[in-house]
């Protein structure tokens, strides 16, 4: 994955620290396609934002790609669903 990476970035000229492709290709591993779209996508940010590609602002960008973590939603399961609805309409389940 981090060879793949390496390639996309001297192919699309994009300026990414050795750090940041091992993070990206250590918590991406869905797909080639996810792998190389994290990548541009913090590149372009970075480029957007006039900010330099580095490891504090990878975690910011792929925050919503990246799977578990602190921040990460909990699981929306259908029980729960059940309970909130039958919660706000004063119901028992």
Do not use: W
């Not at 620290?17 to 590149?43: D, W």
């Not at 940010?45 to 910011?60: K, Y």
């Amino acid at each position: 994955r981090i060879a793949i990476l390496r390639k996309k970035a001297v192919q699309e000229q994009l300026n990414a620290p050795p750090e940041v492709l091992e993070f990206i290709a250590s918590r991406i591993s869905r797909n080639i396609r996810e792998l190389e779209g994290a990548l541009i996508r913090v590149t372009a940010f970075a480029s957007l934002n006039r900010q330099p590609v580095d490891l504090g602002l990878t975690e910011i960008v792929l925050k919503d790609l990246i799977p578990g973590g602190e921040e990460s939603a909990p699981e929306i399961t259908a029980p729960a669903i059940m309970a909130a609805t039958a919660d706000y309409f004063g119901l028992t389940v």
